[in-house]
Nanobody, 115 residues
């Protein structure tokens, strides 16, 4: 059973930064693609960022430049560095991974951007 456990969420002021982590219970190099999605209240879940096992990245609209996704294979951990946070970034952030036709999700971590 693959487990993805997010951490690093919290309350931050506009313009601040947070780094989310996603600890994975298996060797993450086996996951072809890993990523982050987010869901704000009353809205659909949306793409934040994806990264392949060759470190190719893709970002949701308007997020590249503020958000950076990375993976540390020896630590089996996925990261999301978020800078210059805005109130509209408030959401539950989910870690996700794809491998061998299976798709996995973490339980989510809350990020709230407010003054």
């Amino acid at each position: 059973q693959v487990q993805l456990v997010e951490s690093g969420g919290g309350l931050v002021q506009p313009g601040g930064s947070l780094r989310l982590s996603c600890a994975v219970s298996q060797v993450i190099f086996n996951f072809n693609i890993m990523g982050w999605f987010r869901q704000a209240p009353g809205k659909q879940r949306e793409l934040v960022a994806l990264i392949s096992n060759l470190d190719s990245t893709n970002y949701g609209p308007s997020l590249k430049g503020r958000f950076t996704i990375s993976r540390d294979n020896p630590k089996n951990t996925l990261y999301l560095q978020m800078n210059n946070l805005k109130p509209e970034d408030t959401a539950v952030y989910y870690c996700t991974a794809w491998a061998s036709g299976s798709h996995y999700w973490g339980q989510g971590t809350q990020v709230t951007v407010a003054s």
